[in-house]
């Protein structure tokens, strides 16, 4: 079956630590994006990807960065600079970047600071 | 202002009610509309896709869009509890590179 995978469910940062959060597709679609879905604000754009070795950042990329080696994968970096990371985050992937395509979606990573 | 807007909610119906689910916009651009259903700790899926003005049914879905309005609206008939969720309403120009979201509307449906 065609998805998207998001690795890990769950996972605990302590201060002042960089981990990455994992998306692997295999629709093979050109375009891929992640999104920071906090309580009560909707979901936030924080970096989207149109074709390998590119992306461009959305609303809310500071404190995060990501690659796109491959066109199966978009990893998000939350680095120590981002200040409260504590969120629901979700990859999303679509057919192309333009022409109103819907986006499929991960079934998300709930980071958590301790 | 944002480009969707979309009441928060929540809105509790009995079940077998017909529930009404609505977003505006401020894009006349706008030319493709999504719903979108999204279960507690999980991810969005699609549920609805419309192409610029009319209806269009799935099951007990129908999605409408009024652009004279910049409405959209998204009604659920004979609503069942599984339906409780968080609905998303999206929206593109198809020239842009990414959807444009309304903050979601959480919906129970109880017994």
């Known amino acids: 079956d065609g998805g998207i995978t998001q690795s890990p469910k769950y996972l605990f940062r302590k201060e002042g630590q960089n981990v990455t959060l994992s998306c692997e597709q295999n629709l093979n679609h050109d375009a891929m994006y992640w999104y920071r879905q906090d309580p009560g604000q909707g979901l936030r754009l924080i970096y989207y990807?149109?074709?390998?070795?590119?992306?461009q950042k959305g609303d809310i990329a500071e404190g995060y960065s990501v690659s796109r080696e491959k066109k199966e994968s978009f990893p998000l970096t939350v680095t120590s600079a981002q200040k409260n990371p504590t969120a629901f985050y979700l990859c999303a992937s679509s057919i192309g970047g333009r022409g109103g395509y819907g986006y499929t979606f991960g079934s998300g990573t709930r980071l958590t600071v301790v | 202002q944002k480009e969707v807007e979309q009441d928060p909610g929540p809105l509790s119906v009995p079940e077998g009610a017909i529930v009404s689910l609505n977003c505006t916009y401020s894009n006349s651009a706008f030319q493709y509309f999504m719903w979108y259903r999204q279960y507690s700790r999980k991810g969005p899926e699609l549920l609805m896709y419309t192409y610029s003005s009319g209806n269009k049914e799935d099951g007990r879905f129908t999605a409408q869009v009024d652009k004279s309005s910049k409405y959209i609206s998204l009604f659920i008939r004979d609503s069942q509890p599984s339906d409780s969720a968080t609905y998303l309403c999206?929206?593109?120009?198809?020239?842009?590179?990414?959807?444009?979201f309304g903050t979601g509307t959480r919906l129970q449906v109880t017994l």
């Open positions: 990807s149109q074709i390998v070795n590119d992306f």
């Open positions: 999206s929206a593109d120009t198809g020239t842009a590179s990414k959807l444009t």
